[in-house]
């Protein structure tokens, strides 16, 4: 598989020497356009229709990339990226992933991956101690990171999550208006299994650590009830929390932070033990049969 990182640090310095009215055209489209047939997928164009309209630039502050007159921040985190190395990291684990799914037949249906790290809102990133990404359409992925000692660490495991998602939704469709909240569930679980399984459990994400035993076991019992539930505004609620769930304008039902998520992994990993199966296996398998062999639920 042919890699392409985009080299965004550099951009980062041009961007902030530009003039404010050319720094959403260079995001759009050099930034960007790398990722035109991404955005293209998910119904979101690079330029709006009408002036002031829904865009590239638009759709990424509400993901919580950083607003574009953010220099002195956006300064600050290009000198701790590169003081870190934290490219360079993210660019071998990748390697690294790509090897270990090649070398287990895991394929992704894309010729070329197409990479890049972007800063994030540490305000908007906050529930997620500074960092998140996408990898939902394969042959993408991109990070939204704002540089901290918790998160710069973790790098090779949320790329890692990423990366399995690019190779899961190779071989399996899924639709924001028909994904059920069980298949949301082992969709993330699955992803961190692999990070887990790559880069080892003391690197996972918040998203699955943040919840107590207690917390947990209500969670599972939550979720007994709604595993069916379908739509992505309906299910947003059980898998992000209500804190991310109201900034985000999903209706909150009551969980906490990254329940889902945390629901998710563990499923995933109850069924990996209790089977005796690897997460390649687990890959590929139905998302109803790891529910079901997990013993989760009963």
Not at 76 to 94: F, G, P
Not at 269 to 290: C, G, H, P, W, Y
């Amino acid at each position: 598989m042919n890699i392409q990182w985009i080299d965004t640090m550099t951009q980062y310095q041009e961007i902030y020497q530009l003039p404010m009215e050319k720094r959403r055209d260079y995001f759009r489209y050099k930034m960007m356009g790398p990722f035109e047939d991404m955005w293209s997928t998910i119904q979101v164009p690079l330029k709006p229709a009408t002036e002031g309209g829904y865009d590239v630039v638009m759709a990424c502050e509400m993901m919580g990339i950083l607003a574009l007159n953010e220099d002195e921040r956006g300064l600050a985190a290009v000198d701790m990226i590169k003081a870190s190395q934290a490219e360079q990291t993210l660019q071998r684990s990748l390697q690294e992933c790509v090897r270990y799914a090649e070398q287990a037949e895991l394929r992704v249906a894309r010729e070329k991956l197409i990479a890049g790290m972007y800063f994030g809102n540490p305000e908007k990133l906050k529930p997620h101690n500074g960092y998140s990404g996408f990898g939902g359409i394969p042959g993408y992925i991109q990070l939204y990171i704002y540089p901290n000692e918790y998160n710069l660490k973790r790098l090779p495991a949320l790329i890692a999550h990423e990366f399995h998602h690019n190779i899961r939704f190779s071989y399996f469709n899924w639709s924001h208006g028909d994904v059920t909240l069980g298949e949301y569930m082992i969709i993330e679980g699955l992803a961190e299994s692999f990070a887990a399984a790559m880069y080892g459990e003391e690197l996972i994400g918040p998203w699955v650590t943040s919840l107590d035993e207690d917390d947990l076991a209500y969670s599972i019992e939550v979720m007994r009830t709604v595993l069916g539930n379908k739509g992505f505004d309906g299910i947003s609620g059980y898998m992000f929390g209500d804190e991310v769930a109201k900034a985000q304008g999903y209706t909150p039902v009551g969980m906490s932070y990254g329940a889902g998520y945390a629901v998710g992994y563990h499923i995933v990993q109850s069924f990996l033990k209790r089977n005796n199966v690897s997460i390649v296996e687990a890959t590929l398998m139905k998302e109803e049969d790891i529910i079901q062999g997990s013993g989760v639920f009963g």
